[in-house]
C-alpha cells in the first residue's frame, strides 16, 4: 500500500525559505508522476507544482512560478517543494500526490495523497 509522507513545513516571516519533502514507500517511486497542492483555511484545494516520473518536465502555477521549484529524488524515493521569497498568501497546509497518470496528478484527481504539512508565512 503506497504511504506519502510530508515534511519540513513551519512557521517563517515573509521573505523567507522553507523545502518541503515527501517520501513514498510501497512502490516504484520513478513510475510515479509527483505533484505538491495546498489548500488555505476557506478555499478549495489548489494546484502548485508537478514534476513527471522522468524528472525532466516540472509544472508550476502561476502564483509560484519563479520563487518555487519542483524536484525529485529517485534514489531517496522522495519529491522536493523549494519555496523561496515566501508570501503571506502561500499560508496553507501542503499536500503531496502521486500517480501513474500525469493528468491526474496535475488535476488533482489522483487518489493518493499525503495527510499534508502547514506552512504559515507571517507579514
Known amino acids: 500500500q503506497v504511504q506519502l509522507v510530508e515534511s519540513g513545513g513551519g512557521l517563517v516571516k515573509t521573505g523567507e525559505s522553507l523545502r518541503l519533502s515527501c517520501i513514498m514507500s510501497?512502490?516504484?517511486?520513478?513510475?510515479?508522476?509527483m505533484g505538491w497542492f495546498r489548500q488555505a483555511p476557506g478555499k478549495d484545494r489548489e494546484f502548485v507544482a508537478a514534476?513527471?516520473?522522468?524528472?525532466?518536465?516540472?509544472y508550476y502555477a502561476d502564483a509560484v512560478k519563479g520563487r518555487f521549484a519542483i524536484s525529485r529524488d529517485n534514489n531517496k524515493n522522495t519529491v522536493y517543494l523549494q519555496m523561496n521569497n515566501l508570501k503571506p498568501e502561500d499560508t496553507a497546509v501542503y499536500y503531496c500526490?502521486?500517480?501513474?497518470?500525469?493528468?491526474?496528478?496535475?488535476?488533482?484527481?489522483?487518489?493518493?495523497w499525503g495527510r499534508g504539512t502547514q506552512v504559515t508565512v507571517s507579514s
Open positions: 500526490a502521486a500517480g501513474q497518470t500525469f493528468g491526474k496528478v496535475a488535476g488533482g484527481t489522483t487518489d493518493m
Open positions: 510501497g512502490r516504484t517511486f520513478d513510475n510515479y508522476h
Open positions: 514534476v513527471r516520473g522522468n524528472n525532466v518536465a516540472t
